[in-house]
């Protein structure tokens, strides 16, 4: 056998021997089920002053009551959360828009 051959005739066997102990291995049992689940239709909205900006901006992503059940933060929070939905998540939320959603963020969930 050509020298070339034998590393890729060893990497055959090798590769095959483990497919089979891994395979072999699993239980013969196993048996998946589909589930079905009704999950609560968040429809709540943010109201107010300045609420469209939110309303039209954040829902998409995230529903009110996830929003207003995080505890209370300072503006330059809300700042920086707002910024990373845009630049980390790529939330399209305009920039003049921003102002608004950190003003009603501040004025609902603020602690300065």
């Known amino acids: 056998m050509s020298r070339f051959l034998a590393p890729l005739v060893l990497a055959t066997i090798i ?6 102990v891994s395979t072999a291995a699993a ?3 196993m048996h998946f089920n589909s589930l079905s689940l009704d999950l609560p239709f968040g429809d709540r909205m943010f109201d107010g002053p300045d609420a ?15 929003v207003l059940n995080q505890p209370k933060l300072p503006r330059k ?3 920086a959360e707002v910024e990373k939905m845009r630049a980390a998540y790529k939330a399209p939320v305009a920039e003049e828009d921003v102002k608004a959603i950190v003003d009603y963020l501040t004025r609902i969930k603020g602690s300065d």
């Open 77 to 79: 929070v809300w700042e």
């Open 52 to 66: 469209d900006a939110i309303n039209n901006n954040c829902l998409a992503c995230h529903s009110a009551g996830m």
């Open 27 to 29: 239980p013969a049992s």
């Open 15 to 20: 590769v095959g021997v483990g497919f089979s």
